[in-house]
């Protein structure tokens, strides 16, 4: 065992909350001074991160099946460093909006801290093994969230997201064994590094199997349109911090995945298939689009409105060049937190008014500007809007895709040609789906914020104390990183291994 | 040192000496007798570390062999029962209930004597290479499995579960015996080496009457590990027999079939033809095996039942690893699966018991609000719910893992698929527990669920090894033959 790679610290510290809260320890003060000490071990070690050098860093590895190349190995490059640092600050913000629920806190906080340590651990992982087993830590921590203290039909939706992620799960694994079988015989391993070696040794066939095994896998977990179906109900139901969570940072775990391992591995595979890939994210962002236009709940509009803008990042991934995927990364982080920030105002208004019904809400920004205005802000990042993250992210997307796949236009033999390609196709219908998601996130607004104020509400109580100062915190975030884009995009550049 | 057969011995004599004591001395509490069994079989535990391991004198005998594999499942076969054993404790009062006698301590001492004799025979059969002692060790466990299946005489239930194992068992040891005869027709031997070498000189044409024999005898085997579609009597004898019993059949036998099987089949993997169509079977097997255990334990609302319909899953995941036997791993991938299966299974029935005792019932209901009952209880449910399921950083997700590894590596997909499909069905009606245990209110008026320190010993190592197995599995690999 080489030394103890710092990260380990990332892990340990919110399954170690946990435990302590379980042996009785205060559910909310440990898991808020775990969160607090996480970022605080974050930012140390992005301080000692050296964002020139290529590869991993910090890496410590401890071999767990040797005759399978399992190891428990650690390590962080530019991507996985902006991931983690989404999974603790998004913690963090989940664990101080989370409120104490009336009995059985502490299994509550534990879940919580539970999921946290899975995200944390996943994208700490170089090994492609551990990388799926912490992802699967949440699992139970969701169902039990979600089923006890649920909102809506919350034991329907408990089972489906649980069974649905399970078997997409149990797909991935496929795709993680058929990735590993494809090694070169001697040279096999779960080792990511191992593996990407490999196949610039061009010793690893391009195997399209094992990449729709891959695809499937991590698009029933990312809710790739046709197998979206457990999301948009099981965010609506599940208390807010676990939302927060799973929308905002589990999810990204799939495309995470993608960029990871198909990328460098399986490129042929990418392209060849990605006519099918393109249709799916255009349903994912027109149809799931209209579907969420189509809510009269808050909760289930920004259920429906995360799987959508999933596809902005598969299309991302599928153009499958420099600018593309940087801009899949950046939206990475960028939704992340604007979902994470949409579904924590979410809770607390339900916190306040005990419904999220249009018809029955209207006006509330009156009595709680701040509510409202923190809103303003993540709908607005949400769309898109210069000056947030998003923008950098879906400009890059649209650019690199626009560009990508055989050119259409212009002079081609000679003859003057006009016509778009499938990646062309794929951009027009995601810049409509901008005009789209406008226009529910405005009409939601109005519908929630505007109007005349009911005399239910008009004593409805605003933000205030450590809530308040967590979506500060996220909207700082990603005010920051709109200005300031090109952080992310140094850091993400060394990562991408295109082949 | 010691030699082998000593252990078996001393199991029998164990198991001998408790019976007299228990007729010749007038204590009252047979709790005693339980408690020396188990210090028994922790004796014989440890004195199986100290074995010769390669003995001259046995070498040539061939019917007794001992290697790392009939060590591995001696140990098993003690701990099992060990296991067992302590549940019977638990389980005692219920025994008590349902046993008509004069005083309610009478009749009782057996249910915890005829586990260790139970004990030796699966200790033989660890180490039987001829299919003549095969059979006797097989026969010592059923029968005494027969005894304890209908122990509570005045359980209908147990009655009927006892009737039914019993027919059926006699049937599949008909098969068996049948099946010997053949291969013995065939070949001239009974002993599985000397078949393996005579095989090479039996003309082709009697290769067809060696097929049939060894099928019969895969029938009797598909019986003792309840392979789909000689499944049928798994539900209703688990759900009929004293809880500590269902617990030792579904482990301990199902583990000694496995055993069985993979003896029996490597001499004839040799041949060429012959391997081609015993996977072609064992695929079969395992697929119908899958389907079958999973689909019909999604609607059960007995726990018992719904383990007896998980045993059978789990023996379709432990054929899919043997279906891949050509790869490397999968002989240790499928020992590690039944070390994990034996692990989360035991944990299961240790909770369950307590909680039987608590409540009356061992319905899925029964479990309602155990988290806010006895949330220790009902945590150690829930890792061995999530390990039966295959959920990471548990030993069950390992066990599985590595049987697809396998499969995979083999080129089965068809059959992974289908196990991949099981497993999602499996997620469903294991977390149908979980469900009733966290979110399900308790019933009015109900305390702690009261649980004796051995249990309890029992049930904290059997959650940390499932835990620090799923992270850590090397720990037993090493170990594994």
Not at chain 1, 262 to 275: G, N, T
């Amino acid at each position: 065992m080489s030394s103890v790679s710092p990260l380990l610290f990332l892990i340990l510290v919110p399954i170690l909350s946990a435990v302590l809260v379980m042996a009785g320890a205060n559910p909310r003060f440990t898991s808020i001074l775990g969160a607090v000490l996480n970022v605080l071990f974050f930012l140390a070690v992005a301080v000692f991160f050296n964002p020139a050098q290529a590869g991993f860093q910090f890496v410590s590895s401890f071999p767990v099946v040797p005759q399978l190349g399992i190891s428990f190995t650690l390590g962080a490059d530019g991507l996985s460093l902006i991931m983690l640092f989404l999974s603790v600050i998004v913690t963090l913000a989940a664990v101080c909006v989370a409120r104490a629920p009336l009995e059985n806190a502490r299994w509550f906080y534990a879940s919580i801290l539970l999921i946290s340590a899975g995200v944390v651990g996943a994208f700490a992982s170089v090994d492609v093994f551990f990388f799926y087993m912490f992802h699967e830590l949440a699992l139970i921590p969701t169902f039990l969230l979600i089923g006890i203290w649920g909102s809506g039909d919350r034991q329907a939706a408990a089972w489906k997201a649980t069974v649905y992620l399970a078997t997409g799960s149990f797909i991935l694994l496929l795709g993680i064994i058929g990735l590993y079988l494809i090694q070169p015989e001697g040279a096999r391993s779960f080792d990511l590094r191992q593996m990407v070696a490999n196949a610039q040794a061009g010793q690893v066939p391009d195997s399209p199997v094992v990449y729709l095994l891959l695809l499937v896998g991590f698009g029933i977990l990312v809710s790739l349109f046709p197998f979206h179906t457990w999301a948009p109900q099981a965010y609506a139901s599940a208390p807010a911090p676990a939302s927060m969570l799973h929308a905002g940072v589990l999810k990204k775990f799939g495309l995470y995945g993608l960029i990871r391992l198909a990328v460098p591995i399986l490129p042929e595979s990418v392209q060849e298939y990605a006519p099918i890939l393109l249709t799916l994210l255009a349903c994912n962002i027109l149809y799931v689009g209209y579907c969420t236009i189509a809510q009269r709940k808050l909760d289930l509009m920004l259920g429906y409105s995360s799987v959508m803008h999933m596809g902005y990042i598969f299309l991302g991934f599928v153009a499958f060049n420099q600018f593309s995927l940087t801009g899949a990364s950046l939206m990475l982080l960028s939704h992340g937190l604007t979902i994470a920030v949409l579904f924590a105002l979410c809770g607390e208004i339900r916190e306040r008014t005990g419904t999220l019904d249009f018809s029955e809400l209207g006006g509330i920004a009156r009595v709680t500007p701040k509510l409202g205005l923190a809103f303003g802000f993540a709908a607005m990042a949400s769309v898109g809007l210069p000056g947030f993250v998003g923008f950098a992210g879906e400009l890059l997307v649209f650019f690199g895709s626009f560009a990508s796949g055989e050119p259409q236009m212009g002079f081609l033999d000679g003859k003057e040609v006009f016509g778009f390609n499938g990646y062309q196709i794929a951009t027009i219908c995601a810049v409509w789906g901008i005009v789209i998601s406008a226009i529910y996130m405005l009409r939601a607004y109005r519908r929630v914020f505007m109007g005349p104020l009911s005399d239910r509400w008009s004593r409805l109580p605003d933000l205030a104390g450590l809530p308040h100062a967590a979506i500060v915190i996220l909207i700082g975030i990603m005010l920051f990183f709109g200005f300031f884009p090109q952080i992310l995009v140094n850091l993400v550049t060394p990562a991408l291994l295109l082949p | 040192m010691i030699p082998p057969v000593a252990l078996e011995i001393c199991v029998v004599c164990l198991g001998i000496f408790l019976l007299m004591a228990e007729s010749f001395s007038f204590k009252s509490n047979k709790v005693t007798l339980a408690h020396g069994a188990i210090f028994g079989l922790v004796c014989v535990f440890i004195l199986s570390f100290f074995i010769e391991t390669n003995p001259v004198a046995m070498q040539d005998s061939g019917f007794y062999v001992v290697d790392g594999l009939s060590l591995f499942f001696k140990r098993f076969a003690l701990l099992a029962t060990i296991l067992t054993l302590i549940l019977a404790i638990d389980y005692l009062p219920i025994v008590q209930r349902l046993v008509p006698a004069e005083r309610p301590e009478a009749g009782s001492g057996e249910f915890f004597i005829l586990p260790v004799f139970t004990c030796a025979g699966l200790m033989w059969m660890a180490s039987a290479a001829d299919f003549i002692m095969i059979f006797c060790a097989l026969e010592l466990v059923t029968i005494s499995l027969y005894i304890q299946v209908a122990y509570t005489r005045r359980s209908l239930a147990s009655l009927e579960a006892g009737t039914k194992f019993l027919v059926l068992g006699a049937l599949s040891t008909g098969f068996f015996i049948y099946g010997i005869t053949w291969i013995f027709g065939m070949t001239g031997e009974t002993n599985l080496a000397v078949i393996q070498k005579n095989l090479s000189i039996v003309p082709e044409a009697n290769h067809t009457a060696i097929l049939f024999g060894l099928a019969m005898v895969l029938v009797a085997i598909g019986f003792k590990i309840a392979a789909a579609p000689f499944q049928f009597w798994v539900p209703d004898v688990y759900q009929g027999a004293p809880t500590p019993i269902t617990a030792f059949l579904a482990v301990a036998s199902k583990a000694a079939g496995f055993l069985i099987l993979i003896r029996v089949l490597q001499p004839f993997f040799v041949l060429e033809s012959f391997q081609a169509k015993l996977i072609l079977v064992l695929l079969l097997l395992a697929a119908l095996t899958l389907i079958y255990g999973n689909l019909a334990a999604i609607p059960q609302t007995n726990f018992k039942r719904l383990l007896g319909y998980s045993s059978i899953a789990h023996a379709g995941y432990l054929l899919v690893g043997l279906a891949a036997i050509g790869d490397a791993f999968a002989g240790r991938a499928v020992v590690f699966y039944l070390s994990g299966y034996f692990l989360m299974t035991f944990l299961a029935f240790l909770v369950m018991v307590p909680v039987t005792k608590a409540t009356g019932g061992d319905d899925l209901s029964h479990f309602n609000g155990l988290a806010r009952r006895s949330p220790g209880l009902a945590l150690a449910m829930l890792i061995a719910a999530a390990s039966l399921a295959g959920v990471p950083f548990t030993v069950g997700f390992f066990g599985k893992f590595f049987v697809f590894e396998a499969a995979m590596n083999q080129e089965l997909y068809l059959l992974v698929l289908i196990g991949v499909i099981t497993v999602a069905s499996g997620f469903y009606y294991y977390f149908k527990v979980i469900r009733a245990m966290y979110w399900q209110p308790a019933p009015e008026g109900c305390g702690a669920v009261a649980v004796s320190p051995l249990s309890k010993l029992a049930i904290g190592l059997c959650t940390l090894l499932i835990l620090v197995l799923g992270f850590y599995p090397q720990l037993l690999i090493r170990f594994l033959p």
